[in-house]
């Protein structure tokens, strides 16, 4: 398999088991009716995209695909700089 | 209505709109924010919170799905990402000079304006064109053109990217627009994808679906800080939104671009007019 399918794979493992994880975190703070369980299934489906883009960067990186990796490198920084702003 | 129905209540809604949010591509916030709000009595603020949360959840479950099969172009996405994301950062240092109203009108402008040029698309097919080489150099030398086998088509459709610094430019735009109004922005992205880049509709929604995510997500993290996320709102909706979006992403793959199209027209003319609307009240 090229590396490249296989990082896609990964990619969307993360984006697949991010959101069972989330979801399995708010169904279990719904039931148990624990706030703070739902606060952490909420903070994982949002950083979920965000770990998506690292590893994206990181396999770009290991790829020696230099300027796709700029790109993600662009998008992780605006990120970082909208968080910073606001 | 009782508390303990309140959460099915939000369930059952978000479900629904999981499952139309992941077939169009646009995640659902642009549903999610009117129904609670009008039709559920939820605050507007805590409303946004939770669409940023739907968008998120429903982009990452069905982003995963679509990435997987093909039809999400990860290159296009990380080359277009770079753009929504500086455009969101824009957005947020513009955000405090704009006169609201401005944004309604503006908004409703765009989206009743790619709704025309959507349907125009329907009596002419542009794909028959060959694209020059001028317009497909910097695509070519990024990788950007790509294939995904269509399952509704039984075959493998090729396609090649058009216009990439146009599509980049106007993916700017819907990051501005993004930060603005706290959505997606997927109903402008799919649009610049389709019409710009000339990529099939499929891959357009598909990719869509995997960008609004990132688009979205450090917004949230700011409402999350800032306690404008409620869980008890936004969890039930989240998990209405990710069963939705599980099914809708299935649907995607087997329904004719043809029909995604003319829903997607409908729903365009739609919030076209309901943002005016608002932009004259």
Redesign the interface.
């Known amino acids: 398999m090229k590396f490249r399918e296989r990082s ?2 990964v ?3 993360i ?2 088991w ?2 069972k994880a ?2 399995a975190l ?2 279990a ?2 039931i148990l009716r624990s ?1 703070s369980l ?2 952490k ?3 994982v ?6 770990i ?2 690292l590893a ?1 960067a990181g396999f ?1 990186y290991l790829n020696r695909d230099r ?2 990796f700029g ?2 490198l ?2 992780l920084a ?2 970082g ?3 910073w ?2 | 209505m009782s508390a303990d129905g309140f959460p099915l209540i939000l369930i059952s809604v978000s479900f629904v709109t999981g499952i139309v949010g992941s077939i169009l591509g646009l995640g659902g916030g642009f549903i999610i924010v009117p129904v609670l709000t009008l039709f559920l009595g939820v605050p507007i603020q805590l409303a946004i919170g939770a669409s940023l949360i739907a968008v998120i959840a429903s982009s990452s479950n069905s982003a995963a799905r679509l990435l997987k099969h093909g039809a999400a172009n990860l290159r296009i996405a990380t080359f277009l990402e770079s753009a929504t994301t500086a455009g969101a950062f824009t957005g947020v240092l513009i955000a405090g000079w704009i006169e609201p109203r401005a944004l309604y009108f503006l908004f409703g402008g765009v989206l009743l304006y790619s709704a025309y040029s959507m349907y125009q698309l329907r009596t002419k097919d542009h794909r028959t064109q060959k694209p020059t080489p001028a317009s497909t150099a910097l695509a070519t030398r990024l990788d950007l053109h790509g294939s995904y086998y269509d399952p509704q088509l039984r075959t493998t459709v090729e396609y090649e990217v058009k216009k990439p610094l146009l599509g980049m430019a106007l993916m700017y735009l819907a990051g501005i627009v993004s930060a603005l109004l706290g959505i997606g922005s997927g109903v402008l992205k799919i649009p610049a994808m389709d019409r710009v880049m000339d990529l099939p509709i499929k891959v357009s929604s598909a990719t869509s679906n995997l960008m609004v995510g990132v688009t979205s997500t450090a917004s949230a993290l700011a409402y999350f800080w800032m306690g404008r996320i409620q869980p008890q709102i936004a969890a039930p909706v989240a998990l209405g939104i990710l069963g939705g979006s599980f099914i809708g992403a299935r649907l995607l793959l087997h329904l004719r671009g043809e029909w995604i199209r003319k829903i997607f027209i409908v729903l365009l003319v739609v919030l076209g007019a309901q943002m005016l609307w608002r932009g004259f009240a």
């Open positions: 896609t794979q990619l969307s493992g984006l697949s991010g959101s989330g979801a708010l169904l703070g719904m706030e739902q606060s299934g909420l903070l489906l949002i950083i979920t995209p965000i998506r883009v994206n770009l300027a796709m790109f993600a662009i998008t605006f990120i700089l909208g968080l702003f606001k």
